[in-house]
């Protein structure tokens, strides 16, 4: 097989990579606290043949740690999160970060997601609210306070940028390197009674599949008018009968 060949399919496979990943943004364009995907591509260079051939990558998928917009909801157990941080929660896998602020209290007055999945500290135990005590304050540094009581602190973590982030469900992100709690809360902190929406820009995504989609017919036609010419060169040069 000719190198333009594996050329163009190193093209369709990282053009079908992009096309999946923007597919799932779309499909969580109103998912609150949803990080969208992205891709990162690269150009591998081979010197099997006399002249060196640029093929593309598969690509590296990452998360976008780019902050959505916040809607106002006036729910005292929802918050959203100004800043590059994030909240923890307990889950089955342990302890996955999210930035999806929408919450409730159990019966038991448990403070938990609306997956159910209990809202930890700072130092990582579940925050435990009193199922009467009336109405929570969660102040910008994340101080929860009820019926004139402190009942504890919603945690706040920060995530180096040269982590990489796994995605647990939707909204939560699983980073291979410690998260840190937050220190500086002038630049980082909580906003009562608002939720953030996904980082997802709609418009710029439906372009991007446009786009995505009409390369990947380009380099099929060009992989099918190269298989053609092949087969007419073939045809020729091969010994007649």
Excluded: C, W
């Excluded at 990558?57 to 590059?84: C, H, M, P, Q, Y």
């Excluded at 159990?106 to 005590?133: E, K, M």
């Amino acid at each position: 097989m000719q190198p333009s060949l594996y050329v163009s399919l190193s093209g369709q496979i990282a053009l079908q990579k992009r096309l999946d990943t923007i597919a799932n943004n779309v499909a969580n364009v109103n998912t609150s606290g949803y990080r969208a995907e992205e891709v990162r591509f690269e150009t591998i260079l081979s010197e099997a043949s006399r002249e060196p051939t640029a093929y593309s990558s598969a690509g590296e998928t990452f998360l976008s740690r780019k902050s959505g917009g916040f809607i106002e909801t006036n729910n005292r157990f929802d918050v959203a999160i100004k800043g590059d941080a994030f909240m923890a929660i307990e889950t089955p896998v342990g302890q996955v970060y999210t930035r999806d602020g929408r919450m409730q209290m159990s019966p038991d007055g448990g403070l938990q997601t609306l997956n159910g999945h209990p809202v930890l500290d700072v130092g990582g135990a579940p925050i435990q609210l009193d199922p009467n005590g009336g109405d929570v304050t969660i102040a910008p540094d994340g101080t929860l306070t009820q019926g004139g009581q402190q009942r504890g602190a919603l945690g706040l973590f920060t995530i180096s940028n040269d982590a990489r982030l796994a995605r647990y469900e939707n909204s939560g992100v699983i980073p291979d390197l410690p998260a840190e709690p937050a220190l500086d809360f002038a630049r980082n902190g909580f906003a009562q009674g608002f939720i953030e929406q996904s980082n997802v820009n709609p418009v710029a995504e439906i372009t991007r599949l446009i786009t995505v989609q009409r390369s990947f017919e380009a380099v099929t036609n060009a992989m099918s008018q190269t298989d053609e010419r092949q087969r007419d060169s073939i045809q020729k040069l091969g010994p007649s009968s």
